[in-house]
C-alpha cells in the first residue's frame, strides 16, 4: 500500500559532509607530520591550529543551529556556553603547571599568587583530574542552560525577547568573568598552559591529535545531531518552530523539548570551547562578550539556517575568509562580514547550503492529482 | 424534523458554570453556563464578539477564568495548562487552518497520533503497523489519501481544514472543539465536512462554532446562541431563528 515518509538519519548531504570531514581531518595532520618540511605538500604548524580553531567554530555554529535552524530559539548567547567550556578546560591546564608557574608554587595558579591567597578556592578542586574537568566541560554550560532554559521557556519568553535575554546573559557573565576576585584570571584569563594529560601542548604531534578530536568531535556531535533531528522528536522541535500553539494543543509540552534541545546544545558548544582552548592557547573574558555569539548567528545563517551542515560549513568559510582579510585589509572586514550577512539574507535565503540544494535534494513529492482537484475546486 | 428541545444524553461531558473573563475591563465571558452530554453534537452561534472564541480558550486552558467552574467530566479544566488538557482528550481546530506547513501530510498525523508526549518518547519513536493503519484509515476518512505525501503547505484551503480535523482525530478526543471549519469553503466542500463532522459524532462529543446557518442546518443538532458572553438562547435551529430577542440581536434591534 502507501510508503510511509521516513527521514534518513543522514542523507546524501551528511553522508557527503562527513567523508569530506575525515578527509580533512586525516590528511591535514598527515601532510603537517610526514611531508618534508618546505614542500608543496607540507602543512605548516600555524595552519594545523587554525583549521583546528576553525572545526571548534563549526561544532560552535552547529549548536546554534540545532536550536534555532531547527525549533526557532534565536540564541544569542552561546558564545557562554562555549567560553564556560573553555574554561573548564582552562582550569584543568592551569593545574599542570604545578611549580613551573612565574611563582612556583606547585599549588595555586599564578594569577592567585599574585591576588595573595593562601589556598585554592572551592570551585577549583578537582580540576587537576581530567576525568573531572572532561566532565565539568559538559556539566557546567548544560548546568546553566537548563536553568536559563528551564525559567525562560516555562515563562514562554519567546522571539526577539529570549534573544535579548541570552545577550544579557552572556554579557552578565563577560562582567563577572572580568572580576579578578571571580577567581578565574580577571581581565587576563587563563594562559601559559604546559601540557596536556602530559603531552606538551606547543608540540606539533599534540597539536595534530587536538586537531584530529576536534574534526572527531565536529562529525560525532554532527551524527548527534542528525540522530535528534531525524526522531519524532526532531518533528516536533519543527512543529513548534512553525507553529508552537497548535503542537501545544496537541498534548506537547513545548517547554520540555526546548529544554532538551537548549541543554544538548549548550553540551556541544561547551565541547568546541575546550577543544578551542589548548589550542590558541588562552581563554579569557572576551570570549563571553556578545559579538561573538552574533558572529556565530551569522555563520550559520550564511552556511545556511537548518541544515546543520551548512552551518558547520558557513563557519569554516567565514573565518577562513576573516583570516584572509584581516591580514589584508584589518579595517574592512567588519564591514565585509556586514555586506555579507545582508547578501545572503536578500539573495541566499538558504545559505550556502542552498547552492547546493539543486543536486543534493530529492524533488519534493508532487502535488497529487486529487490534491490538484481539489485545489481547482477551492479556487 | 425530530425536535431537539429535550435531549437525552446518559451523562454530561462538559460543564461550565458561572464563567467570567475580563480583559482590561472588557467582559468577554459573563456568567456563562454550558452543558454538553457525551456523546452530543452542539452549534454554538453568535455574533462577533459575543464570546466564542474566548469560551474555546478557557475550555482548551488558553485563558484563565476569573471566575467560575470548568469541568471535564470531574476534572477541573481551569487548573491544567494545554497540553494536559489536550491529553485528558480535549482537541480543538483553530478558527485559521493550522497545520504544520514543512511537514507532510502523513506526519502531520503521526505527530498527533495518541502517544507517550515525553521528549525522550519521541526520540524513541519507531511507526509500528498499527500506528501506520490508523494514520491509513484517517487519511481516508478526511479523503486526502492521495496526498499523503504532500507537503501540508501545499494543500488548499479545504484540505487544510480537514488535516487539521484529522489531526484531532488522531488524539483520539472525546470532546472536540472545532472553530469555524466551512469557513472558506466550497459548496461541495462544505457538504462533506457537514458528513465527516456528524460521522465523527456518532462516538464523541463536538462543539462546533460556525457563522455559516446553512451549515448550521445541515448538522441537524441543537444550537446555542451566544451573545455579550453569556447564552441568549439554546435550541434547535428553527426555534432559536424565531426567538425575538436573537432576532435584535442579529439585526442590530
Redesign the interface.
Known amino acids: 500500500m502507501i510508503q510511509a515518509p521516513v527521514t534518513p538519519i543522514l542523507g546524501r548531504g551528511g553522508v557527503i559532509f562527513l567523508v569530506l570531514l575525515l578527509a580533512v581531518a586525516i590528511l591535514v595532520p598527515v601532510l603537517n607530520l610526514f611531508a618534508t618540511p618546505g614542500s608543496a605538500l607540507h602543512v605548516p604548524d600555524y595552519m594545523v591550529t587554525l583549521i583546528g580553531k576553525y572545526l571548534c567554530y563549526a561544532l560552535l555554529a552547529l549548536a546554534v543551529d540545532l536550536v534555532w535552524g531547527f525549533c526557532g530559539i534565536l540564541s544569542l548567547g552561546h558564545g557562554a556556553f562555549f567560553a564556560l567550556g573553555g574554561y573548564a578546560m582552562g582550569m584543568y591546564l592551569m593545574r599542570q603547571i604545578g611549580s613551573r608557574g612565574v611563582y612556583g608554587n606547585p599549588e595555586l595558579p599564578d594569577f592567585m599568587v599574585f591576588l595573595n591567597w593562601k589556598e585554592l578556592p572551592w570551585y577549583w578542586q578537582g580540576f587537576e583530574y581530567f576525568p573531572f574537568a572532561l566532565l565539568m566541560v559538559f556539566l557546567v554550560p548544560g548546568a546553566l542552560a537548563f536553568v536559563f532554559g528551564w525559567l525562560a521557556f516555562r515563562s514562554r519568553v519567546t522571539g526577539v525577547y529570549l534573544s535579548i535575554i541570552t545577550q544579557a546573559m552572556t554579557f552578565a557573565l563577560l562582567l563577572a568573568f572580568f572580576r579578578n576576585d571571580m577567581g578565574f584570571g580577571g581581565n587576563n584569563g587563563l594562559t601559559d598552559f604546559k601540557d596536556i594529560l602530559g603531552f606538551p601542548v606547543q608540540a606539533s604531534t599534540t597539536r595534530a591529535v587536538l586537531y584530529f578530536c576536534s574534526a572527531l568531535a565536529l562529525g560525532g556531535c554532527f551524527i548527534l545531531a542528525r540522530r535528534i533531528v531525524s526522531s519524532k522528536l526532531g518533528l516536533v522541535l519543527v512543529s513548534i518552530r512553525d507553529a508552537e500553539s497548535r503542537t501545544r494543543f496537541l498534548g506537547y509540552r513545548v517547554e520540555h523539548y526546548k529544554l532538551f534541545v537548549f541543554t544538548v546544545s549548550a553540551m556541544m558548544a561547551g565541547l568546541a570551547g575546550a577543544l578551542y582552548v589548548p589550542q590558541v592557547g588562552i581563554i579569557n573574558p572576551s570570549e563571553f562578550s556578545p559579538e561573538n555569539s552574533i558572529e556565530t548567528v551569522i555563520w550559520t545563517a550564511f552556511g545556511g539556517r537548518g541544515t546543520l551542515w551548512g552551518a558547520a560549513l558557513g563557519a569554516i568559510v567565514v573565518n577562513a575568509a576573516k583570516s584572509w582579510f584581516t591580514g589584508l585589509l584589518p579595517d574592512a572586514w567588519l564591514f565585509i562580514l556586514g555586506g555579507l550577512f545582508i547578501v545572503v539574507t536578500l539573495f541566499m535565503p538558504k545559505g550556502l547550503a542552498g547552492i547546493f540544494s539543486g543536486w543534493r535534494w530529492a524533488p519534493r513529492p508532487p502535488v497529487t492529482e486529487a490534491a490538484k482537484v481539489s485545489t481547482q475546486a477551492a479556487e | 424534523m425530530i425536535a431537539l428541545e429535550k435531549p437525552q444524553f446518559a451523562e454530561t461531558l462538559l460543564f461550565l458554570e458561572d464563567v467570567t473573563v475580563t480583559f482590561d475591563g472588557f467582559r468577554a465571558l459573563n456568567k456563562l453556563g454550558l452543558d454538553v452530554g457525551r456523546g452530543e453534537m452542539r452549534a454554538i452561534i453568535g455574533p462577533n464578539g459575543a464570546g466564542k472564541t474566548t469560551m474555546m480558550d478557557v475550555i482548551?486552558g488558553?485563558t484563565r477564568p476569573d471566575e467560575g467552574r470548568v469541568l471535564f467530566g470531574d476534572i477541573d479544566l481551569t487548573r491544567l495548562d494545554?497540553?494536559a488538557i489536550?491529553?485528558l482528550g480535549i482537541?480543538?481546530k483553530?478558527q485559521k487552518p493550522?497545520?504544520?506547513?514543512?511537514?507532510?501530510v502523513?506526519?502531520n498525523l503521526?505527530?498527533?497520533l495518541k502517544a507517550n508526549?515525553?521528549?525522550w518518547a519521541?526520540?524513541?519513536?519507531v511507526?509500528g503497523g498499527e500506528a501506520?493503519d490508523k494514520?491509513?484509515a484517517t487519511?481516508e476518512r478526511i479523503?486526502l489519501?492521495?496526498?499523503?505525501?504532500?507537503?501540508a503547505g501545499?494543500?488548499?484551503?479545504?484540505?487544510k481544514q480537514w488535516l487539521e480535523i484529522g489531526?484531532l482525530l488522531m488524539?483520539e478526543p472525546e470532546l472536540l472543539l472545532v472553530d469555524e471549519p466551512v469557513a472558506?469553503?466550497?459548496d461541495?466542500?462544505t457538504e462533506k465536512t457537514a458528513h465527516l463532522l456528524r460521522n465523527i459524532a456518532e462516538t464523541r462529543s463536538v462543539v462546533v462554532v460556525e457563522h455559516d446557518m446553512e451549515f448550521v442546518r445541515a448538522l441537524n443538532v441543537r444550537v446555542t446562541v451566544l451573545h455579550e458572553g453569556s447564552v441568549l438562547a439554546e435550541g434547535n435551529l428553527d426555534a432559536v431563528q424565531n426567538n425575538q430577542k436573537v432576532i435584535d440581536v442579529y439585526l442590530g434591534r
Open positions: 482548551t488558553k494545554e497540553a489536550a491529553n482537541g480543538r483553530f493550522t497545520v504544520f506547513e514543512n511537514h507532510s502523513w506526519t503521526e505527530l498527533a508526549r515525553s521528549p519521541s526520540l524513541r519513536w511507526l501506520r494514520i491509513a487519511l479523503n489519501l492521495p496526498a499523503f505525501a504532500s507537503l501545499d494543500l488548499s484551503h479545504g484540505q489531526m488524539q472558506g469553503m466550497t461541495a466542500e
